[in-house]
């Protein structure tokens, strides 16, 4: 497609059950971010992929939340032992180069942890 | 550390009027970079406007324009003669020389009525 592409754009699930998401970024481009969006805030940086440098994980909460990208296109964000308060939605973006701050962001991934 | 401040959390206006969106923000970076995002009803994130720190000239584009003041360390926003399609949330971001953390503010909901 077009435009970064996520999935599933909606997950509902229960606590303590892992989860994963999955981006799917503009094909070419270098970077790819993942942030969370919870109810009414703003939005929270997770993650930063640059090309095969070592990602930037410092936004990462707590160490039940990883993310991998694989051959330098799709990336997968995993949370593992949910809980409650990681109910957000979860978005990925991605950009041409490391320099540009045009980011094209995908339409998110909705997580409500019962 | 990074941060950047929406005071405003929602301003209503009727259609054709002006509206102004303020962003301050803090970094002890002497290169960084600022940007509008807007958050339409949708959700998906679209691009508006990258300003360097270095460039402090003020942009305009169409109805919308740009206000850069590093003495103030502000970046505000400002919609000419608005319309309902612009109601949406808009976000003011920051980066600072570690590319690729972006810092977000918390929004501003803007909503236009007719």
């Known amino acids: 497609g077009a435009g970064v592409s996520q999935s599933p754009s909606n997950k509902v699930t229960e606590k303590g059950k892992d989860v994963e998401l999955r981006c799917d970024p503009i094909s070419g481009h270098t970077a790819l971010y993942w942030y969370r969006q919870s109810l009414g805030q703003g939005l929270e940086f997770l993650i930063y992929?640059?090309?095969?440098?070592?990602?930037?994980k410092s936004g990462l909460p707590s160490d039940r939340f990883s993310a991998e990208r694989t051959g330098g296109s799709v990336s997968t964000l995993t949370i593992q032992r949910t809980q409650q308060e990681d109910s957000a939605v979860y978005l990925c973006a991605s950009s041409l180069r490391r320099d540009t701050g045009e980011l094209f962001f995908g339409e998110g991934s909705r997580l409500t942890v019962l | 550390a990074q941060k950047v401040t929406q005071a405003q959390t929602e301003i209503s206006v009727v259609e054709k009027e002006d509206v102004t969106l303020d962003c301050v923000y803090e970094t002890r970076d002497t290169t960084y970079y600022l940007f509008w995002y807007k958050q339409p009803p949708s959700g998906e994130l679209v691009f508006l406007i990258r300003?360097?720190?270095?460039?402090?000239q003020n942009e305009i584009s169409g109805r919308y324009s740009w206000n850069f003041q590093k003495s103030t360390s502000s970046f505000n926003f400002t919609i000419t003669a608005s319309q309902v399609v612009d109601s949406a949330v808009y976000f003011c971001?920051?980066?600072?020389?570690?590319?690729?953390?972006?810092?977000f503010g918390a929004g501003t909901q803007v909503v236009v009525t007719p």
């Open positions: 300003r360097n720190s270095f460039d402090e």
């Open positions: 992929f640059q090309g095969n440098s070592a990602p930037d």
């Open positions: 971001a920051l980066s600072g020389a570690s590319w690729g953390k972006f810092q």
